[in-house]
């Protein structure tokens, strides 16, 4: 029987501080409540950060680990190897279901992360494919080389952008980076941290403008999400929002836009480096 297709979304912000993390966390919940079995990667390699936004801290991590993962840490910094050169990984329980991937909790990673330790991250996922529907990567802010390979290693790439508008700016920057170098042509766009519905879609308007002459790119809004205390509250203590509050406005946000990428049919594979190949790709590649 073939194996089911795998989501594989792709959380990217160009800019830091657009609340990337927070997207990719929540809708990771969002996305389990709807009863798909969800992985939520931290891809920020240089400097990871899920585990903390959660309040899963080291010790806890380590308590917490499935009995089919193992940590090991060490002391240059580096993923363990298995007897078969494979990574082993740590996969851990995280609130409502979602289980975490976290690189980071097997030793501090060095400054510079190589493209080969990406492809490597992305193939040695498929150990995880029957354990799960869908993988949700908080990827690292910027374009280099290693972080623009797992977006572009996803089946859908969602976009964070704020109402500043030099996060727009660095969004076209990195959306056309993935189209011209990468053949990325779907896009889907979330505005953090609004005011308004109407600035959200004001935000994806002029992204749209910047974009027009590059006729082969398209852009889907998938909303906005509101500026909302409980994003905050629930921030200093460590927590998702959707854990704190599951009925304020950004949490209603988020459950929206989880459905609506449920809903959307899973791309075939383009024949690049991918998340989940099926083999006779892979081995093309």
């Given amino acids: 029987m073939a194996q089911a297709k795998k989501r594989v979304i792709a959380v990217s912000g160009c800019k830091g501080g657009v609340g990337k993390t927070v997207v990719a966390v929540n809708l990771a919940l969002a996305m389990a409540k709807l009863g798909q079995r969800v992985v939520l990667m931290d891809g920020n390699l240089s400097v990871p950060d899920v585990e903390f936004t959660l309040g899963m801290n080291e010790e806890g991590l380590k308590e917490q680990l499935s009995s089919d993962f193992i940590f090991s840490s060490s002391a240059e910094g580096e993923f363990a190897t298995s007897s078969s050169g494979h990574q082993q990984k740590g996969l851990l329980d995280g609130p409502s279901g979602v289980r975490v991937f976290t690189p980071a909790a097997q030793g501090d990673w060095k400054d510079s992360i190589q493209i080969i330790q990406a492809v490597e991250l992305i193939q040695d996922m498929d150990d995880l494919a029957s354990d799960l529907d869908t993988l949700i990567i908080d990827t690292a802010p910027g374009l280099a080389p290693d972080n623009v390979t ?136």
């Fill in 150 to 285: 797992l977006i572009q290693a996803a089946t859908e790439v969602v976009v964070v952008v704020s109402q500043e508008d030099v996060s727009v700016i660095d969004a076209v920057r990195q959306i056309r980076l993935l189209y011209r170098v990468f053949n990325v042509h779907q896009f889907y766009i979330v505005v953090n941290l609004v005011s308004s519905r109407r600035g959200g879609a004001k935000q994806f308007e002029k992204l749209q403008e910047y974009l027009k002459d590059d006729k082969q790119i398209v852009l889907s809004y998938l909303g906005a999400i509101p500026h909302d205390k409980t994003v905050s509250e629930a921030i200093l203590q460590q927590s998702a929002l959707l854990t704190v509050s599951n009925d304020c406005r950004a949490a209603r946000a988020f459950h929206r836009i989880g459905h609506q990428l449920a809903k959307l049919p899973v791309p075939e594979p383009k024949g690049r480096i991918e998340f989940f190949l099926p083999g006779r790709i892979k081995e093309r590649i």
